[in-house]
C-alpha cells in the first residue's frame, strides 16, 4: 500500500513517501514520515510493515553514525547501500526484514546516486524508480519524463507529476506526501502533506 | 628487580612497565632489516633477506614482504610463524569489509585492527604477545599514500621514513638527516631516490657487509591511474642490481669530490 518514488538529477536525488499509517482497513496517522535519514547526506524511503521499517532505518543509521564516529570519515553512499543489502540479504534466511526501500544520496566525488532494494536483497542502482503498487503507474511517467542531467526544479515537477497521476487513479487514497531532496547542501524537506512532528 | 614482575603479560612492574611486551620488542631489533620511505609518487619497502643457510630452497613467495589486500602491502620483521597469523588477520579484516562495503579497507583501519589484535595478547588471555613489528604501506582515495609501523604493544604510527629490525637506530639517524620533504624545506623524494635512499640506509644496518640484490628485496607501491588500482612491484635481481651500483657510483663520485680539496 506504500508508495515510495525516487529520481535522480545532476547534483543530488529526491526521495518521496506517502504519509499514511494503516494496517488492513484502519488508518492510524496520517502523518508518518517514511523517508528516514541514514547521514547528513542520505535518506532511505521505506515500505512495509511500521516495525520493519524502523527497525530496519534505525540498525542502519546508527550503524553509519558510529562508523563515522569511529573512523572520523564519512562512508560513500554505494558505501552505505552495500551496507544496507549486506543487511538484508544476511536477515533474509533467519529473520528477514519486509521492507522494500529506495536509498538516494549525495556525494562528492559521484554526485546524486540512488538505490533500488527489495525485500529479498536485491539492489540495482537506478536512475528513477518506485516501489509499491506506485510502480505500476509511476514507472511509466519517469520514463517518459526523466532525462540525464536534469535540474532539481525539473524533477520535482516529476515527481509532482507522479503525485497527482496516484492521487487520481491509485485506488487507495493517499492524501498526504513527503518530499525530500538530497543535494550538495545535505538532506531538506521540500514538500509535507502533514507535519510529522507529533503534536500532541 | 625485574624478575618477579616480567613473567607474565598482564602484570604490571613497581616502575609501570610490561617487561614482556619489552621482552618482545626487543627480540625484533635481531630480525633482518625493514626500510619504508614515503615518496611523492609511492612507497618503498626494501628489506635484508636472511638466509641462514645455502642449502635453503629459494622461496617462490617473499619471506618478508606480503600483500594484504589490493591496495595494501607489509614487510615483516620478527618472528615468522606469529607474523603468519596476523597477516591471516589482517587479509580476513580486508577482505571482510570489501564483502561488507564493496570499497577497499581505508588503510588506517586495517592498521588500527592488526594493533587491536596484537594488544589484546597484552591485556588478557595469558597469552605471549606477538614477537612482529610491521612496516604497512597503503594508499587510500582520502589520504593516498600512508606508511605505517606497528609494534608488539599494539601501539602504531605513521611515517614519513622509518626503520624497523637490526639496527635500525643507525638507520634511522641516517634517515633523519637524508630524508628531505617540504617541511625541513626539502622536497620528498622521487620513488628512484627514495630506492637509492633505501640502499644506503641498508648499506648502513647491514653491518659492514654491503647490499646487494642477492641480500636485499625492494618493493615498490604505486597507483595505476587508468586501470584504477594499486601496483605492488618487487624489483627483479637485474633492477635491484642497478639501483646498487647507482648508490655505488654515488658514493664513489662524492668520495672523489671530498679528496680533490688540497
Redesign the interface.
Known sequence: MDTVLGISFDGGVIVAADQTNARSILIYQHHLDKVAPLTSHSVLGCSGPNADFVNFSEYVAKNMALYEVTNDMKLSTNAQANFCRGTLAQALRKGPYQVNVLLGGWDETTGGTLYFMDYLAAMQKVNFGAQGYASNFCLSIFDKEWKANMTEEEALLVIDHCISELQERFLISQPNFMVKVVNKQGVRVVKQGADPVENS | MARRYDSSTTTFSPEGRLHQVEYAIEAINNAGTCIGILASDGIVLATEKRSTSSLLAVPKTSDKTYPLSSHITCCVAGLTADANMLIDQARLRAGQYE?????SI?V??LVEHVCNYKHSYTQYGGLRPFGVSFLLAGWD??HKYQLYQTDPSGNYSGWKATVIGSNNQAGKSLLKTEYGDESEGGTMPTINEALKLAIKVLNKTMDGTLASSEKVELLVLTRDEELDECVHKILSEVESQAIVQEVEKEAAAEAAATVVVS
Open positions: 564483502y561488507q562495503y564493496q570499497h581505508p588506517e583501519q582515495p582520502i
